[in-house]
């Protein structure tokens, strides 16, 4: 009998050749625990394989794979290597324990004019910063579903942060999604252009806006969330595979059920909840002045940070 080959890389599974793996790759599936836990359906449709030759790569890959236990130590230590992005106010980064923290997503609601899109503009700029200045060396994608992305904010923005405001702009690669289909489509196909550009932030601005317009009223809510929820997770698939933060803006409405304290509630129910790693609240106070509640974290406790919307951008 032949000696079978050593299964180390998604080449040498049965059925996938250079173009097939080309094609995974692209797709986001570049390692082998990636086809382990792949539905066999997505891997065949990304790849053009049959459904059968997908199957048996799931399985000889989940042959092939290795787990690998860690003490609480060692997580430990991985997780002071994570990145993270100044807000450009200390208050703020500092009850993030540090800033918008990559391999995971951070949610900001609120109502209008809070300040959730300015914020986002910050990070755009602090990402670029050298991770001794706040930032991660990295380049950014926006996916703008509102028509709210201003080139020229992000310019004084880079000016006041030292930046060449053109190499700032040059970093950024803008999406204009007018469907949540394209919204959609912009994350699904992100993994070559986020290669290729070295992206560490992700901004989705806002997320709902165009899954609240399509999808109205209480019938279409099954399948508005069901698309949400595949979005969602292409969202965190990517903070995961290229250790990148996302950073998310959503909308509110009042909650009718809460008789006292402040109503206002994110909108997305229960599948934005839970995938939101961090999420903050965040309103207006006085003049230029807002206040950012930290709602929830997997380790830092609720606390508030006052910040301000300046020419420069948010300062403490
Ligand atoms: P929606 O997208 O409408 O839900 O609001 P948002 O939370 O994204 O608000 P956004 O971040 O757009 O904040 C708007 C506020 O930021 C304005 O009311 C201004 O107070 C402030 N702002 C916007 N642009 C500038 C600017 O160029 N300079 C300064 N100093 N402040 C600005
Ligand atoms: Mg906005």
Excluded: W
């Amino acid at each position: 009998m032949a000696k079978e080959k050593a299964v180390k890389e998604i080449e040498d599974l049965p059925g996938i050749g250079p173009t097939t793996a080309e094609k995974l790759k692209a797709s986001g599936y570049e390692t082998l625990d990636s086809i382990a836990v792949a539905v066999p359906g997505d891997l065949a449709e990304v790849s053009g394989m049959s459904l059968e030759a997908a199957k048996k790569a799931v399985e000889t890959a989940k042959q092939a794979t290795t787990l690998e236990y860690s003490t609480g130590a060692q997580v430990y230590e991985r997780r002071k290597g994570l990145g993270r992005i100044s807000t450009g106010a200390s208050s703020l980064n500092e009850i993030l324990g540090g800033g918008v923290e990559t391999g995971g997503i951070t949610e900001v609601y609120g109502k209008f004019a809070s300040g959730k899109t300015q914020l986002g503009f910050q990070l755009c700029v602090n990402a670029q910063l050298p991770r001794d200045k706040g930032g991660l060396g990295g380049s950014v994608l926006f996916i703008d579903t509102e028509s709210t992305f201003r080139p020229e904010r992000i310019e004084s923005v880079a000016k006041a942060a030292g930046m060449d405001a053109n190499a700032a702009l040059e970093a950024i690669s803008v999406v204009r999604a007018t469907s949540s289909d394209q919204q959609i489509l912009a994350i699904e196909r992100a993994d070559k252009t986020v290669k290729e550009k070295g992206i560490k932030l992700v901004v989705v601005d806002s997320l709902m806006s165009l899954f609240r317009a399509e999808y109205p009223g209480r019938g279409a809510l099954g399948e508005r969330q069901q698309k949400l929820n595949a979005h969602i997770h292409k969202l965190q698939h990517l903070a995961d595979t290229y250790d990148l933060a996302v950073y998310i803006t959503n909308q509110v409405m009042d909650n009718p059920a809460i008789l006292f304290g402040d109503p206002t509630t994110p909108v997305g129910g229960n599948i934005v909840a839970h995938a939101a790693t961090t999420r903050l609240y965040m309103r207006k106070s006085k003049e230029e002045k807002r206040i950012v509640r930290l709602v929830d974290s997997p380790a830092m406790p609720e606390a508030e940070a006052v910040i301000k919307i300046t020419p420069n951008g948010i300062r403490d």
